[in-house]
């Protein structure tokens, strides 16, 4: 079993920045791909950015590439979502995710464990 418990989530203003993160407890392996959701209200779970814990490819959203950036550090178990350049339309609460198998990395499905949840609001 793996425990994933995000932070760092606030209100920012359009065009600011913010980091989430994500630290992961209990049976983590190397080979998990992690990856951040977002869910606004009154909208779908979406994939926001995903990558590979080992080797450490990364995969985007087109929503937010060029704007976000997913990295992790193996020595804490932490993963983490830099933000920059937000916009209203991130506001969500944004999860962590962790799959055993790398399958489609872009559906939720694939996705075994989750936290809880940081929310994220951008005032315009």
């Known amino acids: 079993q793996v425990q994933l418990l995000e932070s760092g989530g606030g209100l920012v203003q359009a065009g600011g920045s913010l980091r989430v993160s994500c630290v992961a407890s209990g049976r983590t392996s190397s080979r998990y791909v992690m990856g951040w959701f977002r869910q606004a209200p009154g909208k779908e779970r979406e994939f926001v950015a995903a990558i590979t814990w080992g080797a450490g490819s990364t995969y985007y959203a087109d929503s937010v590439k060029g704007r976000f950036t997913i990295s992790r550090d193996n020595a804490k178990n932490t993963l983490y979502l830099q933000m920059n350049s937000l916009k209203p339309e991130d506001t969500a609460v944004y999860y962590c995710?962790?799959?055993?198998?790398?399958?489609?990395?872009?559906?939720?499905?694939?996705?075994?464990?989750w936290g809880q949840g940081t929310q994220v609001t951008v005032s315009s």
């Open positions: 995710a962790a799959a055993k198998y790398a399958g489609n990395l872009y559906n939720r499905v694939a996705y075994d464990y």
